[in-house]
């Protein structure tokens, strides 16, 4: 309620999973805040899967603005971080600026919430290290080989980190994501 929440994605982002965190968010009173490498208009994408391919496959999706730049982010500003699945983790693992941005939210015991690819992230910001993650089945590896144990359970709390595996988690996902949030706001009262 009244929480102020940053969401990070790019183009390539997964659009079903950008749109439903912005309005799942909104619906429950929060300020949604998304930050991408600019500000600017994102291409999103949707991923799903197709009989006879051996992997996702990809369309475009939903275009959708961005508030700000990763480089304007003020942590202080916000009581949580989202940072969404679909192709853009690829490239956003290697932004400092981001990685940065993540740690001061795990350093501030600030709640970290990834899906998906979002993981990623995670992995390369050294944040997965004696940690138990959940994420797409094809991210296991870099998790395992940040020093973070592989869940297969669809939505995973540990401690102030809550990873999801696809936009098909979503309920257990977001079931967890406002459990978490609301016990914080118990704590803090």
Not at 33 to 59: C, Q
Not at 90 to 111: I, M, S
Request: proline share 3%; net charge negative; glycine share 8%.
């Amino acid at each position: 309620m009244n929480r102020k929440i940053l969401i990070v994605t790019g183009d390539g982002g997964e659009s079903y999973e950008t749109l439903y965190a912005v309005h799942r968010f909104q619906e429950e009173g929060d300020r949604a805040v998304i930050a991408a490498p600019s500000k600017r208009r994102l291409n999103l994408v949707m991923h799903d899967f197709e009989p006879g391919w051996d992997t996702y496959i990809e369309r475009p999706g939903y275009c959708l603005a961005s508030d700000l730049a990763i480089e304007e982010v003020v942590v202080d500003d916000y009581d949580a971080i989202l940072l969404l699945g679909g192709r853009a983790p690829e490239y956003l693992r290697n932004h400092a600026a981001l990685l940065e941005v993540v740690r001061a939210f795990d350093r501030q015991g600030k709640w970290v919430f990834a899906i998906c690819h979002g993981i990623q992230i995670l992995v390369t910001a050294g944040l997965a290290k004696n940690r138990t993650l959940t994420a797409y089945e094809h991210v296991r590896t870099e998790i395992e080989m940040g020093g973070g144990t592989y869940s297969t359970q669809q939505a995973v709390c540990d401690r102030n980190m809550v990873t999801a595996q696809t936009w098909q988690s979503h309920p257990e996902f977001y079931r967890e994501v406002f459990a978490c949030l609301k016990k914080a706001e118990l704590v803090e009262k």
